[in-house]
């Protein structure tokens, strides 16, 4: 994680020499360049995290118990309620003539 940390105030630092704009054109580049390879470690580090974290969570701690299927919801005020194995889905309600 300290790759990470190092990494994103680097971007943070970048952005900031960005905005205030006072670099000419080819340092800007560069400066650019440096921040899309910067974003994409980050991303590629966050992903990793983030499925370190669903293996863990989802890893059964006992024989009879099955993985929860619900990380990482859509929307985090409403989660998902998992479908059990012997739930069948409800057929469609009659179309009214």
Do not use: W, Y
């Amino acid at each position: 994680m300290k790759d990470f940390e190092r990494d994103l105030r680097r971007l943070e630092g970048i952005c900031d020499v960005m905005r205030e704009g006072g670099s000419g054109l080819a340092q800007s580049m560069k400066l650019f360049e440096e921040g899309i390879q910067l974003v994409r470690s980050l991303e590629k580090m966050l992903h990793q995290a983030e499925r370190r974290i669903e293996i863990l969570v989802n890893e059964p701690q006992g024989e009879n118990e099955k993985p929860k299927l619900e990380l990482f919801a859509e929307d985090p005020q409403k989660p998902e309620t998992p479908v059990q194995e012997s739930q069948e889905p409800e057929p469609p309600e009659p179309k009214g003539n």
